[in-house]
């Protein structure tokens, strides 16, 4: 370590004088070489920023009557394969489809400065994203739509103030309090559903839990799958093998939870190999068998999930795409009970089990010990998934957009 820190001494003048890059700052940090500065006020200036984008007069009397919706989408900071951002982008894609106009601005992306890198960035990451939607790396680029879209509660602030615009919606793809202890991000998050934004969201239980809750107008859509990717493969062999979403990093995934449930299972089952992907976990003590896949790449995870029996999906806010993946993958998903998951999942598709590891345990022991049973579940999980499609779900955010711009337009 101390050589490290030599190492680091003799080169931060030099790194200084380049700017030092993220993941450097991060480690010299970690090595008390450099000092962070905590920017809380900059960081969350636009909690309380009051800056008003009024109505552009020329604009709204230009544009009101296109039979072309223009979409405005506010969308926070993105990475390589960000789940919610591909979700997002597959309904853009849809919507220009069927008649609509996308432009998609960034929100307080300290990663991009011009419109071209940030086209180039979802050209080579996002395939998906219809060419004919427009791309602007700030919100300060934004101009008159008959509808702009929030999509997580950051952006949500922005659209608070932009009333250049007929209709305000909020695309909702899960509770974002929950991502959070209960203090200022909570609160923070939690306000932005009394913004009396439109609700589009994913699935019922938000749609029911936001128009209870903060009495916001809601409506939802379904999940599908994308059906290259995923396919229906037998299993290559006899070896019992369970599946586990290991999301350490990210709390409302549970992964304590069922790593303790997995333990007591291969107590009782030492024959049975479980399969971690989602994170790298070398870093865990882990006595049983497994194999530690890490982040696998989406054109293999077909494969992983046909080759195991129950793939094990905790979620303590709501269901993400893939339980409907593994069924498309002719395997059986196992979910955590609750009303955040059983407006998708029910005891026909899917093993539903509550949070309780000996829960988890003794029901993948159940499952494991009575094939027919699981294979009955598997059949029924593949018809149901089969059944789906993001066409038809995005038919139904159209007619809401549709429905919005029409009555707000009055």
């Given amino acids: 370590m101390k050589k490290i820190k030599l190492f680091f001494q003799k080169l931060i003048p030099f790194l200084k004088k380049r700017g030092i890059k993220g993941a450097v700052k991060k480690l010299l940090v970690k090595l008390h070489l450099v000092t962070e500065v905590s920017r809380v006020l900059e960081d969350y200036d636009f909690i309380v920023d009051e800056t ?5 007069q020329k604009e709204y009397d230009a544009h009101k009557e296109d039979e072309v919706k223009i979409l405005n989408w506010i969308i926070p900071e993105m990475g390589k394969g960000s789940g919610g951002h591909l979700n997002i982008f597959r309904f853009i894609s849809h919507l220009e489809n069927m008649g609509f106009h996308s432009r998609i ?8 400065r011009d419109n071209k890198s940030v086209k180039e960035f979802l050209r080579e990451h996002f395939p998906i994203l219809d060419e004919r939607v427009e791309a602007y790396w700030d919100v300060k680029c934004a101009k008159f739509a008959h509808a702009t879209i929030a999509t997580s ?24 309090p929950f991502f959070y202890a209960h203090g200022s991000e909570y ?33 939802s859509f379904g999940f599908s799958y994308d059906k290259e990717l995923y396919t229906p493969l037998k299993k290559k ?50 006595p049983f068998t497994h ?63 509550e949070y309780d590891p000996r829960n988890i345990a003794d029901t993948l022991e159940y499952y ?17 998934a089969r059944s789906t499609s993001w066409e038809a779900e995005a038919a139904k955010v159209a007619d809401a957009l549709m429905k919005g711009i029409a009555e707000d337009g009055k």
Avoid: H
């Avoid at 949500?156 to 909702?172: D, E, G, L, R």
């Avoid at 790593?259 to 030492?270: G, V």
């Avoid at 579940?377 to 018809?383: C, D, T, V, Y």
């Fill in 153 to 176: 509660w950051q952006t949500a602030y922005f659209v608070k103030n932009f009333n250049n615009t007929i209709s305000k919606f909020y695309f909702v793809q899960d509770y974002e």
């Fill in 291 to 353: 194999k530690n896949l890490g982040i696998v790449s989406v054109d293999q995870l077909s494969k992983v999930y046909s080759q195991c029996d129950l793939c094990l999906i905790i979620s303590n806010t709501n269901l993400s795409l893939l339980p409907l993946e593994v069924m498309a993958s002719n395997s059986v998903a196992v979910c955590s009970k609750g009303a955040n998951s059983t407006w998708l999942v029910n005891e026909e598709n899917s093993v539903l089990v």
């Fill in 237 to 286: 062999n006899s070896t019992k093998r369970v599946f586990f979403y290991a999301r350490p990093v990210t709390p409302r995934r549970d992964f304590e939870l069922g790593l303790l449930a997995l333990d007591l299972l291969c107590q009782k089952m030492p024959e049975v190999e479980v399969v971690f992907a989602g994170w790298d976990v070398s870093n865990f003590d882990i």
């Fill in 52 to 56: 008003v984008v009024p109505l552009n």
């Fill in 105 to 112: 601005y960034l929100f307080k992306s300290p990663n991009y």
């Fill in 187 to 219: 609160e923070f998050a939690k306000s932005t559903y009394t913004f009396n934004f439109r609700g589009i969201t994913a699935g019922d239980w938000l749609k029911d839990k936001l128009a209870s809750d903060f009495g916001m107008r809601t409506d």
């Fill in 368 to 384: 494991l010990t009575n094939p027919e049973k699981l294979k009955e579940i598997r059949k029924k999980g593949l018809e149901f």
